[in-house]
């Protein structure tokens, strides 16, 4: 009895699991969701990266570079005393408008009176020597032409003209020095200019090298800057540059290049760059920073796009292309030959054409082909205008 039981109990095990793998094995056709995903269905569920764009534009590059440098006037002159002295009078004051030799102070001129006086006195003394020495020679003359005078007093007579002559040239020499120390007691205006500073006053003393007072032409004034060697290059006198003086509310200033150095500033490792205009109206002063933008001769249009769009990959330099139809946009790499630089882009001498989109924004994550979204927000571009829409 038990061993049907145990029959009994196989068999419906053995038939239960036929009925489960009936389906596996039946020749019923299967269902559509039940096929295999195709390889071309997986190569659209790639995620598009976003990156900003600008367009390749023909037109200048811009402004080279730019640097600041510091306002100082045209010409300016510490004033000092050239002789020792009391100040007797004070002529200007700060603010005074001078013009070339005008009287700034005057020194006590007693003694030098004196001493010019007495250099008249011996030049003319020496001027009566000379004539007596003179006669004396003439008749000397008439005597040897008798044989009533030695050769050797007539020579003698011929030496004291030469020495009357020399001593009279000394005198000469020693009342033109006295006239001049008489004429530095007056200190007057190397140039014409503005007072800028009187250092002294009435009743001072002053020993030859003291400071007397600070005389500057503002009527034009030197910006000096600091350039690159590459800027240096770019650059050649006579050159139009502009200035930005932050101190004047940004005002701006047209001016011209009139030095480029050749030598590099040791501390700086930049090249000295002079600027000169005009201040007639006097609002530039000393010491007022000025930015100064460089603008090369070179203005013609070239091919550029903006550096940012740059990708260094090995030893050549490409840019990203986006290429296609709003929604189904790719990213292809192209390889381009860089020409001239400018601030903030760049000439490109092949590889892209004028109007198509580069990548400036968000390319070092892409691959050749690779599909984008274009961002929304305002491209950047390199002629200050809009870029052409996604």
Known sequence: MSVRVSHALLALVVGTALLALAPACSD????ADDAPRKPAQLLDTRASLRVRVAPVVLAPLDPEAETSGVVSAFRSARVAAEVAGRIVARHVEPGAVVAEGDLLVALDATQLDVAVAEARATLAAREVDLAEAQRE????????????????RHEGLGFAVERAVSARTLAHAQLRRAQRTREDASVRAPFA??????????????????????????TRVRVRAGVTAREAASLAPGGQVSLTVAALGGHRFAASIHSIGRTADASTGTYPVEVWLDNQDGRLREGMVARVALQPEQADAVLSVPRAALVRRGSQLSVFVVEGKPGALDAHVRAVRVGRQGRDSVELLDGVAEGERVVVEGQFALSDGAPVVIDDATPIVTDGTAAPGA
Not at 28 to 31: C, F, L, S, T, V
Request: hydrophobic letters at 50%; charged letters at 25%; glycine letters at 8%.
């Open 193 to 218: 200019g503005t007072v800028e500073a009187v250092d002294v006053h009435v009743g001072d003393y002053l020993a030859p090298g003291a400071p007397v007072a600070l005389v500057a032409d503002f």
């Open 28 to 31: 019923a056709p299967a269902r």
């Open 137 to 152: 020679l003439a008749r000397a003359d008439e005597l040897r032409t008798r044989g009533a005078l030695s050769e050797s």
